[in-house]
C-alpha cells in the first residue's frame, strides 16, 4: 500500500499592494508570501481503482467543492488513466477565512503529492499552472518558495527573508474575500514598489483599512497585537500578524491574546516544509 503523508503550510502576506484591476475583474497586486512551518496535514493513499475520496469533512463546505477533491480530479483528468485514484485525508489546523492560504496549500500539496505517487513526472510549473486554474495562491505553494509576488500572484520570484518567529491571531470572524476585492472603498491603484522597497521596511495592507471597518474584531486584534510589535492583516483577513526574534517571546505574547482570539506561533522559513518532506522521500527512495 503506498501511502504519502504531507504538510500543507500556512502563508502570511506580509505587505500587500493593490496596483491596479483587470477588464477580467482580477486585480494586480504587489505582495511577499511568507511560508510558514505550520499548517493542515495531507495523507494520500494510492488507488488503483480510479476512485477519488476525502475522508474528511470541512463544516460548510461540500466534499466535491473542497479544493482537495478539485485538484485531484482535475490532474486525474490530465493523466488520460482512468485506473489513478487516491484516498485523501486532510487534518486541518488552519482556519477557513484566515487569509493564510490553508485551502490552496491543501490543494497544492494534493497536485504534488499525487504527482510523486502517481509518478506522473510533471514539472513543478505545469503544476502550478493547473493550480492557477483552480486559485491564485495555489502556484507560490507548488513551486514551494517564500517569494515576491506579481500579478494576480502567480508571477514569482523567490526571496529570502529573515529568520523570524510569527504569532498569528484569528478573530472569530470570517472575511469574505470577494466582498473586500468588490467593495467600492477598496484602495485600488496603490503605486507599485520595489523590491528594495521592502526590504527597507516598506509595508502595508491595501486591504486592511477597510477591512478594520467592516470588521472590528479584527480592528480589535490588531490593536491589543500592536502593544508587542508591528501588526498587520495578513490577505483579506481575518488573521492578523506581528514577527518576533525569538520562540520564547513569541510562544509568550501569543498565550496571553484574549480569549476571543484563536491563535498560533509560526516560524517564517523560505522553503516549504512540503519540499523538505519531498525531498526526504527522494533521499529515501
Known amino acids: 500500500m503506498l501511502t504519502l503523508t504531507l504538510p500543507c503550510p500556512a502563508k502570511l502576506n506580509l505587505f500587500l499592494r493593490i496596483t491596479g484591476r483587470r ?26 481503482d480510479g476512485k477519488i475520496t ?26 488520460q488513466n482512468p485506473n489513478l485514484g487516491a484516498s485523501l485525508n486532510l487534518e486541518k489546523r488552519l482556519p477557513m477565512g484566515g487569509g493564510i492560504g490553508g485551502g490552496s496549500s491543501d490543494a497544492a500539496s494534493t497536485l504534488v503529492g499525487l504527482n510523486h505517487l502517481w509518478q506522473l513526472g510533471l514539472s513543478l510549473d ?33 526571496i529570502q527573508t529573515e529568520n523570524c518567529w510569527y504569532v498569528v491571531l484569528k478573530p472569530d470572524c470570517h ?20 523590491i528594495a522597497t521592502f526590504l527597507e521596511g516598506g509595508t502595508g495592507n491595501s486591504c486592511e483599512p477597510l477591512v478594520r471597518k467592516l470588521y472590528p474584531d479584527i480592528d ?16 483579506t483577513g481575518a488573521c492578523v500578524f506581528a514577527s518576533f526574534k525569538d520562540q520564547v517571546t ?28 519531498l525531498g526526504l522521500l527522494t533521499e529515501l527512495s
Do not use: M
Open 23 to 48: 477588464d477580467d475583474g482580477y486585480h494586480e497586486l504587489q505582495t511577499v508570501f511568507q511560508l510558514l512551518d505550520y499548517g493542515d496535514t495531507l495523507t494520500i493513499e494510492y488507488r488503483d
Open 54 to 79: 476525502l475522508a474528511s469533512d470541512l463544516v460548510g463546505v461540500n466534499n466535491e467543492d473542497n479544493l482537495v477533491i478539485r485538484a485531484a480530479r482535475k490532474l486525474q483528468t490530465l493523466t
Open 126 to 158: 505545469t503544476l502550478a499552472k493547473i493550480g492557477l486554474e483552480l486559485g491564485a495562491d495555489i502556484p507560490v505553494f507548488v513551486h514551494g518558495k517564500t517569494s515576491w509576488a506579481e500579478g494576480i500572484g502567480e508571477k514569482l520570484a523567490p
Open 175 to 194: 472575511v469574505s474575500t470577494a466582498e473586500i476585492f468588490c467593495h467600492e472603498q477598496l484602495t485600488r491603484h496603490d503605486s507599485p514598489i520595489k
Open 220 to 235: 480589535k486584534a490588531l490593536i491589543w497585537l500592536e502593544q508587542f510589535s508591528p501588526a498587520r492583516l495578513t490577505g
Open 250 to 277: 513569541a510562544q509568550t505574547v501569543c498565550e496571553q491574546r484574549p480569549r476571543e482570539f484563536s491563535g498560533f506561533v509560526a516560524r517564517g522559513v523560505n522553503t516549504s516544509p512540503l519540499h523538505q518532506a
